[in-house]
């Protein structure tokens, strides 16, 4: 199988390019994905490629590039909306919610809404408060989407195939900080990661992390570097997440450090906290412990002390090793 080296703007161009290439039905639509590419260049050339009826240029209307994503999902197309920016679908927030999410239960299955919803989220990029948010929690909260947020190119384009194949409507998160930052070897055939799967990308007995996204390189250059025992499991689908890995992985360690970049409060890592206190408490040896972004609006020149990073990580790890 021939591959290439890629980073995840790379990958993620090539399977849309690939995908659209033997589907038809596949429509991306958004503010400046044609001509320019998007902002972050990710759908650069698609437009030259497979002209202006299949990568529509929109106004910058996010209600209506959902509205009308929605609309061509339920006429046979696969729609691939993208939200220039996370922080601005929020003015799209009941199409998502209230119809995608809802349409297949409301209809009794005899309606589906097989869209995928791409869009770059996170910090990283020194985008302060309008242009670094993570609101994953928002969307997992809300039956009927599924949530997805890659950690390097590989996984992103596994995942975008699995996606696409979905009769359901799927957010495509999209860790701005990783587009260039990281490369991986990625087959040029078509393969697909299943989703609702995690992924151990390192093995230990001491202690568990459990992340995603943007804080799988942070987390394990942190692992690495300082030889902790550990097991880091990149949850890959953030919901429906897997419960499974992570359970058998505490049961085995005792501890649990959950890490993102998102706000603590009523985020993923309490969502997962409560799982293990309800489904692991006889084997916890530790109190579970969250690394997260503090509950601020995200700053402009303070990155580096929202976002967790290796200091804040190893602080963790301190305490959770004093539970012996």
């Not at 929605?70 to 729609?79: D, F, H, N, V, Y």
């Not at 599924?146 to 390097?152: D, Y």
């Not at 005792?254 to 799982?275: C, D, N, Q, W, Y």
Request: charged residues 20%.
């Amino acid at each position: 199988m021939s591959s290439k080296q890629l980073n995840m703007v790379q990958a993620i161009n090539s399977t849309l390019d690939l995908l659209m290439a033997e589907n038809d039905s596949i429509i991306l639509l958004g503010e400046d994905i044609g001509k320019d590419g998007g902002v972050f260049r990710v759908t650069e050339g698609l437009q030259a490629k497979f002209g202006s009826e299949r990568v529509m240029d929109t106004p910058l209307v996010e209600l209506g590039i959902v509205g009308m994503a929605i609309g061509m999902a339920l006429s046979g197309l696969r729609p691939v909306p993208e939200i220039q920016f996370q922080d601005f679908i929020y003015t799209a927030f009941d199409q998502l919610v209230n119809q995608a999410a809802k349409m297949r239960y409301r209809s009794g299955g005899e309606y589906h809404v097989p869209m995928v919803l791409r869009t770059p989220y996170g910090g990283g990029i020194r985008g302060g408060l309008y242009h670094s948010q993570s609101g994953e929690a928002y969307f997992a909260h809300t039956a009927g989407l599924t949530v997805l947020s890659p950690s390097n190119p590989y996984d992103a384009k596994g995942l975008l195939i699995s996606a696409m194949k979905y009769n359901d409507p799927v957010m495509f998160l999209e860790p701005k900080r990783l587009y260039r930052s990281i490369k991986s070897e990625v087959p040029d055939e078509k393969y697909s990661i299943p989703i609702g799967k995690a992924s151990m990308v390192h093995e230990g007995n001491d202690m568990t992390f459990i992340t995603y996204g943007s804080m799988v390189p942070t987390v394990m250059n942190t692992v690495t570097k300082h030889s902790i025992d550990a097991d880091v499991i990149d949850l890959r689908t953030i919901m429906p997440y897997d419960g499974e890995t992570i359970l058998n992985s505490v049961k085995k360690t005792g501890k649990a450090i959950i890490v993102h970049e998102a706000p603590r409060t009523l985020g993923m890592g309490a969502e997962i906290s409560a799982f293990l206190s309800e489904r692991a408490v006889e084997y916890l040896s530790a109190p579970i412990l969250r690394v997260c972004g503090p509950d601020i609006p995200f700053p402009y020149r303070l990155e580096e002390y929202y976002l967790p990073n290796e200091e804040r990580i190893l602080k963790a790890i301190n305490r959770i090793q004093e539970f012996r």
